[in-house]
């Protein structure tokens, strides 16, 4: 039983952090865009949103799909898990490009070259999107978690 809980409370931590740096990294991008912020920021918060994805990805798979909770079949068949599940999709095709560019910000740093962040505002957005989608996981976490379905 404790483990259970672990699992769960490690899980929701990680979506607090998730949004937490999303939020962060989409000001930072703002700032940056404006000509009053700096990349390190940027990277910095991006680090965090990419450490609480790994950490969503491994507990919510153990979850789902390691005896830990209500068992493949639920998940397999909740309405609301394929909504989380396709929430979650989104905010990977959304993160693409901003990761591809942040790669490269990370090399040019390495090297001592200054980054292009001519597309900051656009990468704004997509992080205030995405923390929005993370929101929307949530509710439907909190309903697949009280079996709420539909019709």
């Known amino acids: 039983m404790l483990v259970h809980w672990f699992l769960a409370a490690i899980h929701l931590l990680a979506f607090a952090m998730g949004f937490w740096a999303v939020l962060t990294r989409g000001t930072a991008f703002s700032r940056l865009a404006s000509g009053s912020g700096e990349a390190g920021r940027v990277l910095l918060a991006d680090n965090i949103w990419g450490l609480s994805a790994l950490v969503l990805l491994i507990t919510g798979g153990v979850r789902a799909f390691g005896g830990y909770e209500k068992g493949v079949d639920y998940y397999l068949h909740q309405p609301l898990f394929h909504l989380k599940m396709t929430l979650f999709v989104l905010i990977l095709l959304l993160e693409l490009v901003p990761m ?11 090297r001592g070259t200054v980054p292009d962040t001519g597309r900051a505002k656009v990468f704004a957005r997509i992080s205030h999107a995405e923390a929005l989608l993370l929101i929307l996981m949530v509710v439907a976490a909190t309903g697949m978690a009280r079996g709420v379905t539909f019709g």
Do not use: C, G
């Open 100 to 110: 591809i560019t942040l790669i490269k910000w990370r090399v040019a740093k390495a």
